[in-house]
């Protein structure tokens, strides 16, 4: 190996994982012994407990546990929606475990896009509105937001449904264009909490494949679930039980 080479070569930690220059982890997201604690009164509940695992970009990952296993407090750090009271998150070369609220804020609109059970849109607003908020948000112009938009809602297959308000669209419309909404921004996870839980088994069917096809084009997904059956569709299993990882496999 040469100098230069060796200059800049990856290291190897003492959890397995590949760094980057200067000790930062090379992996798209990157957990090292989270913990979350939150006290109730004179009780400390520790909802995580000593949490590590690494997501490479272009993985299919689901987080499955029972209510009380502490995915959704998982699921809030991983999308930097809260932050651990212990332990290291890297998103993207970031050390998003100590940065601040603005920081926070920032790193959410170019980082992570939230798909959530109950939709989460602007019931008088059109699909197409509801697609370009995080792009006004992001001080994008307007021109340029509306064509974007607009290209995120075809690659959804709702081409024929932008003008349409959400009391106009079915449960699995609104989730394309929930889904849209979080594509839009192109960023690095596509975060989805529950995503099938508001929609019959026939329209779950169609957004699991809908992830698939995401998936496929190279999008990172993390899908938080209590369903196995929406866990199934995933490439990676971690398993969690009382805040800590119970399981990570690889199934595909």
Known sequence: ????????ADEVSSYGEILARDGVPAALISMRDIWRTYQMGEEQVHALR??????????????IGPSGSGKSTLMNIIGCLDTPTRGRYWINGKLVSEMDDDELARIRNKEVGFVFQTFNLLPRATALHNVELPLIYAGVPAAERHERAKRALMSVDLADRMTHKPNELSGGQRQRVAIARALVNHPSILLADEP???LDTATSREIMNLFERLHAEGNTIIVVT?????AARAHRIISIRDGRIEKDERIK
């Open 196 to 198: 099938t839980g508001a």
């Open 226 to 230: 209590h369903e196995p059956e929406v």
């Open 50 to 63: 000593g949490v590590s695992f690494d997501v490479q970009r272009g993985e299919y990952v689901a987080i």
């Open 1 to 8: 190996m040469n100098e230069t080479t060796s200059t800049v």
